[in-house]
């Protein structure tokens, strides 16, 4: 199992959505490293819904239910999008600033290229956040 955080503007797709959803197609990914790092997620792995602008805050957790396929938003080129499940909210939020002071998460994928909207985490990284 492999592990991951997506970011989402709230006011666009917020983990209240999904959970609302029970179940959603995360796609309109159009950067390439981050639909390499879409390409890669495999069923079971599980993922942090992280919201960017405001919040800037690892919010819940959600699983991925169906590996990467064709996003049917794409009007062209070759993008992804995999269906992901909630799992559960964090009990805390884990703030931006939170995982830049900690010393396990500062160097996280997230931290270094803020700009991505899919990357992976470590399973040290997974313990730290979920703790």
Do not use: C
């Amino acid at each position: 199992m492999a592990y991951w955080i997506l970011k989402t503007e709230p006011e666009t797709y917020s983990w209240d959505d999904l959970v609302k959803a029970k179940r959603a197609r995360w796609d309109g990914v159009r950067n390439f490293a981050a639909a390499k790092n879409l390409r890669a997620m495999k069923v079971g792995d599980e993922a942090l819904i992280y919201h960017s602008g405001d919040d800037k805050a690892a919010v819940g957790m959600a699983k991925v239910i169906k590996a990467a396929y064709p996003d049917p938003t794409a009007k062209e080129g070759n993008w992804v999008a995999v269906d992901l499940v909630p799992v559960q909210p964090l009990k805390t939020p884990v703030t931006l600033a939170e995982m830049k002071a900690d010393s396990v998460l500062k160097d996280m994928t997230m931290v270094r290229q803020g700009r991505l909207s899919v990357s992976p985490v470590t399973e040290a990284e997974w313990k730290r956040l979920m703790s």
